[in-house]
Structure formats: C-alpha cells, structure tokens
C-alpha cells in the first residue's frame, strides 16, 4: 500500500493494526546518498566502531526519503502468513516558521541510481509525509506555551495601563514610528467599525509584515479589551490577523486556550511520520531487515534522536528504540545457510529459498495489499524489499526446523532457534568481522597478518601485489592514492614478511597493521585488535555444533567480489567466513547453538 501525506491519516489506524497484531516486522529504507564527501570510505578492515562513526557522518548528511514496512502474521490454520506491506514516502517539510527546515544533501550516483529504477521524487517532495522527532516536537510544544504566555502577559492590566507599567522583564508597547502610524490608525478604524456592527463574523486585516502585526497586536489590545486577535496563514503561506469579538475576559480566555490547544494539536499532527517509528519501538517485537546497519542508523537519527558521538551510547540507544532486531543477510551468510545459498543480495536471496532445499513459504496478501502478489518484481521500492526481505526471513527461519526432532515446518520469530542471529548485524566488505554485536562485545579478530603499506603516487594494485609475492597473495583495502592495507592469504608468513618488508627502501614503507592503528588514532586505545584469552573450557566448546555467526576465513574477498547492490546499501557478494557446516549438522537443538569463548 502506497502511502503519502493525503492518505496517512486514514492509513496510520491500518498500520498501528498491522503492528500490533504481527508476529515480526521487516523494514527497509531509500536514501538520498551513501558517502558524506568529508568521511572515510568503508573499507575491508574496519571494526564495528570505526564503521560506525564513517556511517553516522553519511546519517548527518543524507536524507531517508522512502521508508517499507512489511507486518507478517502467521496463521496457524491455514499454516501460512499474512503480509501488509506499506510503502512511505517521507519528507521533512516544515510545517510553521518555529518548526525545523532541514538542510539535507544529494549523491549523484544515488540519485541517479533511483531515477533508473523509476522512484517518483516528485511524490517525495510534493506528497513525502513530514515528521517531527521527540526532541523537535517537545522544543515546539514548549514554544508555544513560552509564547501563549507572553501574550497573556502582554494583555494583563499592568502591562496595558496607562502608564506604561512593567510586567516581569517587559518595558510597554513599542513605540509605532511615523511611517507606519497611517497603516496603524486605518487598522484600528478597522476594528472599531466592526465592533460597533456587532456581528458574530470575524473580521479579516490585510496582509502585513510581521513588525506590523506586532504593532496590531500591542495596539488593538491596548485600544480594545472586548476582542481576541489570531494570525492565520493562507492558502500560499501569506500570514493575516483575523478579529474576534469577545464578551468578557472569561471568553478571552477560553479562546486564548483553544488556541494554544489547536496549536498543540497542530504540532501532534506534524509529528507525523514518527508515530510510525514509535509504534515500532513500543512493540518490542522483531524487526528484520536485509544488510540493515545504514538503515537503522538512518532511522535512528532521522525519526528518534540524533545520534550519539559515542558507539556504546549507539548500541544502547539502538537497544532502547529497537530491542530486536535481525539482518538476513547476516543469517544468509553464518552456517547452516551459507553453503545452501550463493548469492546473498536481496532478490536472489528471496528466489533462493523459495527453492529445495529450503520450501517456499507462504505469504498471502489482502486485496489492498496485493500489487507486490504478482510475478513483477519492484526491487529498491522500500515497501517491496521489505516484504521480500520478510519473506525471505520466514524461509531460512522455518529451515532451522528441519534441525528440531521431530522436524518442525514452521518455527516462530520468537523461537530459540532464532536467538542466535538476533541484535547482530552484518559487517559488509570485513571478511573477519562477521557482524556487530548490539547487545555484547564484538568481534575483534587478531590481525598480525595485515600491513599498512606507503607508495608512489604512481603505484598500482599489481605494484604491491609483486611487492607481496615473496610470502604469498594478499587482499588490498585501498585507503588512499599513496596507502593501502594488504593482508596475507597465507598467514603463516607473516613473520618472514615483516622481517623482509619493514626495512623496505624510502619510497616504499611497510608497518604493522598494530602500529599503523597507534599513528592513526593514539587516543583510540580500544580500536586496536585483541585476542581474548583461552579459558579451560576452549578446547570442549570448539567440539560443540552451533548456529552463531562466527568468523574463521582465513582469506579475504577479490576485488571483484564486490559491486554496489542498490541506493542505499553497498553488499559484499561473497558470504562471510563461519565455522564449518559440519558443526550444524547434529539435530540435537540444545548444542546447536552455543556460543565459543574465542573466536
């Protein structure tokens, strides 16, 4: 179902039901770009921190422009579920002069990117559903009754007296200059003749500045106690004052209230978008989605709160908005999945498990629901993934059933079986790093393999490919024209590498990877790789069979094992390294997925 700001009013009762009675939700985001121009580009060996800090400088920049959402209900009867998929346009427009107007940038390559897969940017700028998020729609309503207060004060007697008396840190009317004192009196003659016709009309003054509105209100008020003064604003943003008259002060009162009571509700109607990512959060169900990090960083920061400079406060604020969360394609690429699946991106993901081994699950869609029923695929529309992303979900999830005795064919979202991938997300392009880890310690895997090597300008991959050959291949991470990191295929030599490499000529210098993180962020003690130490129950652990996503490649991907998989998310191809398929294969579920000590 395709939502914007004329229809969502009417559909956000269909979505808070849609919540509410799901078993899991998947999600999905477009975004304006990828790569802010100041912050470093993702490369094959960050750590999660490091990762996360390049992607909330993209989150700072770029706009989510086009939020799916797909809520799936399992119907034991029929042994199927029920999907409504919602596809939102989202655009931050400011709905009054107190209210936020967002700066935001543009990618090229995203854009264009978008253009060729037919999104309608114009339904994103003239129908994109506004938001306020929880800090922004609390400064407002703060605001508004600072304001209303103010006004008050200004009609009080000690304020409009005669003799100019100060009321708290007000001095009196401003004095009305001479070119404005015509305009002013036409007003108020204005305002006489409609208080001594009586009618129950309002009275509507021309369209003025916002120093001459000022002036009417200090005036009028001062002039004429049995009226009420509001500015509206027109059809195309022009702002007036329009005229009530009042029977006393009780009903200047009242009216002042329903006022501010209107704006108030004003304010609750522009949060907007944000009821969506509130009902998401205050349901503490799982939320899935496929290569999910940029898209929750993105929510994060653009619907809940601006994200913290710090990446445990990160974590801990994702735990607070999102306690359960999934990425598939994390889970297509740990054990038992990674060796039944080739292709991890999302639409060959989807076609994969509707195929043997795995049995296709079955998803049926209401009438409002069913443009995404058909055979055509609408891949990058976020409503689209994210329904595909669901799907794809329940057919890996109802696999780990065939692992249970006697065999299960379908396995809730809330199963145990389920835990393991849960609040870890994928890590792209880091061959060693599997995942970030939401609510424990990550993954940081010893690296004494890998240098940091300084070059001529004029040096090509082969160059330090050659310079390497002595001690076997080597994965690059290119970081600029003169430096890269290369780490041996063959990690046994790394020793005999930096004996022969480190004391290289001047043009060509080659360090560790540890020393190269010590110049690179001497503050930063905690980015440098660590070994965890062995503890007596290593050795057992490592016998026991498991589903975890665990990192034991040895090699990194080619080159050409990467490409650019869509506008908002950069997929790695190749599946990342886990622990052999044959420690999936006991059927017996209490061993299956018990966590090592070391990885």
């Given amino acids: 179902m395709e939502v914007t700001k004329t229809n969502f009013k009417e559909c956000l009762s269909q979505i808070e039901e849609a919540i509410k009675e799901a078993d899991f939700l998947a999600?999905?985001?477009?975004?304006?770009?990828?790569?802010?121009?100041?912050?470093?580009?993702?490369?094959?060996?960050?750590?999660?921190?490091?990762?996360?800090?390049?992607?909330?400088?993209?989150?700072?920049?770029f706009l989510l422009v086009q939020f799916g959402l797909a809520a799936f209900k399992y119907?034991?009867?029929?042994?199927?579920?029920?999907?409504?998929?919602?596809?939102?346009?989202?655009?931050?427009?400011?709905?009054?002069?107190?209210?936020?107007?967002?700066?935001?940038?543009?990618?090229?390559?995203?854009?264009?990117?978008?253009?060729?897969?037919?999104?309608?940017?114009?339904?994103?700028?003239?129908?994109?559903?506004?938001?306020?998020?929880?800090?922004?729609?609390?400064?407002?309503?703060?605001?508004?009754?600072?304001?209303?207060?103010?006004?008050?004060?200004?009609?009080?007697?000690?304020?409009?007296?005669?003799?100019?008396?100060?009321?708290?840190?007000?001095?009196?009317?401003?004095?009305?200059?001479?070119?404005?004192?015509?305009?002013?009196?036409?007003?108020?003659?204005?305002?006489?003749?409609?208080?001594?016709?009586?009618?129950?009309?309002?009275?509507?003054?021309?369209?003025?500045?916002?120093?001459?509105?000022?002036?009417?209100?200090?005036?009028?008020r001062l002039k004429y106690s049995n009226i009420h003064l509001e500015t509206k604003i027109g059809e195309k943003k022009e702002r007036y004052i329009v005229v009530s008259a009042v029977q006393s002060e009780e009903d200047l009162k009242a009216r002042e209230k329903a006022k501010m009571d209107a704006e108030m509700a004003e304010v609750d109607e522009a949060v907007g978008f944000c009821k969506v990512t509130q009902m998401l959060s205050q349901s503490g169900k799982l939320v899935v989605g496929h290569n999910m990090l940029l898209d929750l960083i993105h929510v994060i920061n653009q619907f809940n709160f601006p994200l913290p400079e710090e990446y445990e406060d990160f974590k801990a604020m994702v735990k607070c908005c999102l306690p359960r969360l999934l990425d598939t394609k994390l889970m297509a690429s740990t054990a038992p999945f990674k060796d039944l699946i080739i292709n991890t991106t999302l639409g060959d993901l989807r076609r994969t498990v509707e195929a043997k081994p795995f049995v296709k699950p079955q998803v049926d869609l209401p009438e409002e629901y069913s443009s995404y029923g058909t055979s055509t695929e609408f891949l990058h529309e976020a409503g689209y993934d994210a329904y595909i992303t669901g799907v794809a979900f329940i057919g890996m999830a109802n696999f780990l059933g065939t692992y249970q005795q006697p065999p299960k064919d379908w396995i809730s979202p809330e199963s145990p079986l389920i835990e393991p991938f849960v609040?870890?997300?994928?890590?792209?392009?880091?061959?060693?790093?599997?995942?970030?880890?939401?609510?424990?310690?990550?993954?940081?895997?010893?690296?004494?393999?890998?240098?940091?090597?300084?070059?001529?300008?004029?040096?090509?991959?082969?160059?330090?490919?050659?310079?390497?050959?002595?001690?076997?291949?080597?994965?690059?991470?290119?970081?600029?024209?003169?430096?890269?990191?290369?780490?041996?295929?063959?990690?046994?030599?790394?020793?005999?590498?930096?004996?022969?490499?480190?004391?290289?000529?001047?043009?060509?210098?080659?360090?560790?990877?540890?020393?190269?993180?010590?110049?690179?962020?001497p503050s930063q003690s905690s980015l440098l790789p660590r070994k965890r130490k062995h503890t007596s129950d290593d050795a057992e652990n490592s016998k026991k069979p498991r589903i975890s996503p665990v990192a034991e490649s040895t090699t990194g991907p080619a080159e050409s094992e990467v490409r650019e998989e869509d506008a908002g998310k950069e997929k790695m191809e190749t599946n990342s390294g886990c622990e052999s398929p044959d420690s999936c294969s006991d059927k017996k579920a209490k061993k299956m997925f018990d966590e090592p000590e070391v990885w």
């Fill in 75 to 220: 119907d034991p009867e029929k042994k199927s579920y029920t999907s409504r998929p919602f596809n939102m346009y989202i655009f931050p427009r400011p709905f009054s002069r107190q209210a936020p107007d967002l700066r935001f940038l543009c990618q090229a390559s995203s854009i264009d990117f978008l253009v060729s897969q037919n999104f309608d940017f114009n339904k994103v700028f003239r129908d994109g559903i506004p938001y306020l998020t929880p800090p922004q729609e609390e400064r407002l309503k703060e605001s508004i009754k600072k304001r209303n207060a103010e006004h008050a004060q200004l009609s009080s007697p000690a304020f409009t007296s005669p003799h100019g008396a100060s009321a708290g840190p007000y001095k009196g009317p401003v004095e009305v200059p001479d070119d404005q004192k015509d305009f002013i009196d036409d007003i108020c003659e204005q305002i006489k003749d409609y208080i001594a016709k009586a009618t129950k009309e309002p009275l509507q003054l021309p369209q003025c500045s916002a120093f001459q509105r000022k002036l009417i209100y200090q005036t009028a």
């Fill in 423 to 521: 609040n870890k997300l994928f890590m792209m392009r880091v061959y060693d790093i599997p995942y970030l880890n939401l609510t424990g310690p990550d993954v940081i895997p010893p690296r004494e393999h890998v240098f940091h090597v300084t070059f001529p300008k004029e040096w090509k991959s082969h160059d330090i490919i050659h310079l390497f050959a002595p001690y076997g291949g080597v994965s690059l991470s290119w970081i600029n024209e003169t430096s890269a990191l290369a780490a041996l295929f063959r990690k046994e030599n790394a020793p005999a590498a930096l004996k022969g490499l480190v004391k290289g000529d001047d043009s060509v210098k080659v360090i560790t990877y540890e020393d190269f993180k010590k110049q690179a962020a």
């Fill in 27 to 61: 999600i999905d985001g477009e975004f304006t770009g990828l790569h802010a121009k100041d912050a470093e580009s993702i490369g094959s060996f960050d750590t999660p921190e490091e990762r996360y800090h390049k992607l909330r400088k993209g989150a700072a920049h």
